[in-house]
């Protein structure tokens, strides 16, 4: 489902990459971080070619531990909670889904925002494999930046509603 080709299409050699990296990331989400896949082309005819996808899979990998650092304003505890990735427990959990993962990063980003911090992001992850494969252990970077409070708030332009009515509805805590 993720492949581009199909047979009969014309052979681009330089859309090797694009396939080998579908296949991957593929095997990526479904839990599978060490899998590598190699392409092997071989003539069969005059202007035919057989492109066979050698796939290792490697061991499904669980995730072991989640570290967080740079992080003051919210505990490890409150980031872990805010996150649909969880590590493993027993034989429990524990699956490394990418595309999940990258939506827990926008959480936590979104989450300081909610105590003024607005220039908070996610400096940089970083996933450190066992040797044997099958643990992960995810390293969260994060930077918080300053903190923002709200001194003053006026409505502006309003000539439907009285400015006290339209202040009642806000919800700001200063």
């Known amino acids: 489902g993720v492949l581009t080709w199909h047979e009969g299409d014309a052979f681009v050699q330089e859309s090797f990459q694009e ?11 479904k ?7 190699d392409m092997q082309v071989e003539e069969i005819g005059a202007s ?13 990998a669980r995730i072991r ?5 740079g992080n003051e304003t919210l505990s490890d505890r409150k980031l872990r909670k805010l996150m ?14 990418e595309a999940a993962f990258e939506d827990d990063l926008e959480k936590i980003v979104s989450e300081y925002s909610n105590y003024g911090r607005l220039e908070a992001h996610v400096e940089s992850t970083d996933l450190q494999f066992s040797d044997n494969g099958k643990d992960i252990e995810v390293k969260i970077n994060l930077t918080e930046g300053p903190e923002y409070t709200v001194e003053t708030m006026g409505v502006a332009d309003n000539e439907v509603f009285d400015d006290d009515e339209v202040l009642k509805l806000l919800n700001v805590q200063a």
């Open 31 to 37: 839990g599978f971080p060490n899998a590598s896949v």
């Open 48 to 60: 035919r070619v057989r492109v066979t996808y050698v796939i290792q899979e490697g061991k499904k």
């Open 65 to 69: 531990s989640i570290e967080f650092v």
């Open 84 to 97: 649909t990735t969880k590590r493993a427990f027993w034989f429990l959990g524990g699956k490394y889904d």
């Open 19 to 29: 396939e080998r990296d579908a296949i991957v990331k593929l095997y990526h989400t």
